[in-house]
């Protein structure tokens, strides 16, 4: 039996972890978690969602407290979280922890920039509250489990959790404080699947909210608004209410001791998670030379039964929701060699040799490969071409996992890539040597 509420260990852990206990290779990766963000939330600014949300923001005026990366405007931290969560997640080339089915970044970092912005706060508190929204929204993602995610978006609802951390330890709460702050985030955690069939804007609300309901949190809970005690494990709190299978005891498993968030996953295709193995078992099989329809006869790709679970209904009516089209995420590898943020577009959809490939691919779900879920995300294809070969490999972990990671040199590709059409290469080139430098940054505006 538990000693103590989940919030309240979680809060002596926050209120007993300082930068110099985080060692340098762990301070490496959270600068190019932080670095790929902004790539992210840079890259989304001239999509239509955060057009949507910027005109908004912009009739409600505010406190000029915190910078909106999309337009280099301020306003008060709440709206700058707001948008600079939405605008990070619009490309879906945002990062991914595995395990835990979550996206990190797009929900915590602009709840923890924007109120260290705010906060006059230095880049070792910044790279401090981003490792330590990460590790609790991690945790608490891991613990309510898959279940979870067939209805709940779990950067949404968990996100909350680890934005109200972060920005927890940015503002200096006490052990108390930071119980009620997860409190408020909890009671605030939603984020339903429903809008995927639609192709609906929400899912760049989920993360924005996210950020924005964390943040609220903790600064509510700043002034001595209180929080629910046991706001997870509580008779009517968020694992019950959100999940048929949960284990509550991994928040606490080694925490201290170990960094789950270490175990992140950077994005190198610019799609859905869920299709990037089997982009990269087609890659591997054809290695990267494009293949057009007259040399294809079949294509068989076997993955995990959760990736059609969620994208096996998906229709290709927009750019957005060939992202989670599988099929079209296959054919455009195998016809480009590639995927790519050009290949998602208009003129894309309407491609006769994607459609023809299309129709020559099989999907079906491998119980092998189920089996691996959500520790692995592994899929295996099998190419038959028109003259007799069968081109054939499998992955168990994607360009860009963990086990298979970005080197520091392809993030900052992948950063300038996102960026190219928006900052010119010598203020990207500022912005990545700031970045790689954010522990002697003594104020972070000073980098925005």
């Known amino acids: 039996m538990l000693e103590a509420a989940l919030s309240s260990q979680m809060a002596t852990f926050v209120s007993r972890l300082f930068f110099d206990d985080l060692s340098d290779e762990h301070l490496k990766k959270i600068k190019l978690y932080f670095l790929d963000w902004l790539g992210s939330a840079y890259g989304g600014k001239k999509e239509r969602p955060t057009g949507i949300l910027l005109e908004l923001v912009h009739s409600m005026g505010g406190k000029p407290d915190s910078t909106i990366l999309a337009d280099g405007s301020k306003t008060m931290c709440l709206l700058a979280a707001l948008i600079n969560g939405a605008s990070s997640h619009v490309l879906e080339m945002d990062d991914l922890h595995r395990k ?22 230095s880049g070792k508190d910044l790279l401090l509250g981003i490792s330590i929204g990460y590790e609790i929204g991690i945790r608490v993602a891991l613990a309510v ?28 709460l006490d052990e108390e404080q930071f119980v009620w702050a997860m409190g408020s985030a909890g009671t605030q955690a939603s984020g339903l699947w429903e809008f995927l ?61 170990e960094f789950f968030c270490e175990t992140n996953s950077l994005k190198y295709y610019a799609s859905c998670g869920h299709t990037h193995a089997a982009i990269d078992a087609v890659l591997k099989a054809t290695k990267s030379e494009p293949l057009t329809p ?9 993955i995990y039964q959760a990736s059609l679970d969620l994208l096996g209904n998906i229709e290709l009516k927009s750019p957005y929701l060939a992202k989670f089209n599988l099929p079209f995420c296959i054919a455009t590898a195998l016809r480009y060699g590639h995927v790519n943020l050009d290949d998602f577009t208009e003129q894309r959809l309407n491609d006769q040799d994607l459609h023809l490939i299309m129709e020559r691919i099989n999907i079906r779900s491998d119980p092998e490969l189920t089996k691996c879920y959500p ?4 899929a295996e294809a099998r190419i038959y071409t028109t003259d007799g070969q069968c081109l054939q490999a499998g992955t168990d972990y994607p360009k860009g996992d963990p086990e298979n990671p970005l080197e520091e040199h392809e993030v900052i590709a992948k950063f300038k890539s996102l960026t190219n059409k928006i900052l010119p290469d010598s203020e990207a080139n500022r912005i990545v040597e700031w970045v790689m430098d954010l522990e002697n940054l003594d104020n972070v505006a000073m980098l925005l």
């Open 100 to 121: 835990s089915i979550f996206h990190p970044a797009c929900a915590i970092i602009p709840a923890v920039l924007a109120i260290a912005e705010r906060e006059n706060a």
């Open 294 to 302: 007259d040399k294809i006869k079949q294509v068989d790709v076997s």
């Open 375 to 378: 520790h692995k995300w592994p």
């Open 197 to 257: 069939v639609d192709s609906a804007m929400s899912k760049q609300l989920h993360p924005g909210k996210a950020a924005f309901n964390g943040l609220l949190a903790a600064l509510l809970a700043k002034g001595g608004f209180t929080g629910a005690q046991k706001i997870l494990e509580g008779e009517k709190g968020f694992f019950r209410a959100t999940s048929s299978k949960f284990d509550e005891q991994i928040c606490l498993h080694r925490l201290g001791e």
């Open 145 to 172: 489990g898959p279940s979870h995610y067939h209805f709940w978006h779990t950067t949404a609802t968990c996100g909350s959790f680890g934005a109200a951390a972060g920005a927890a330890k940015i503002l200096d």
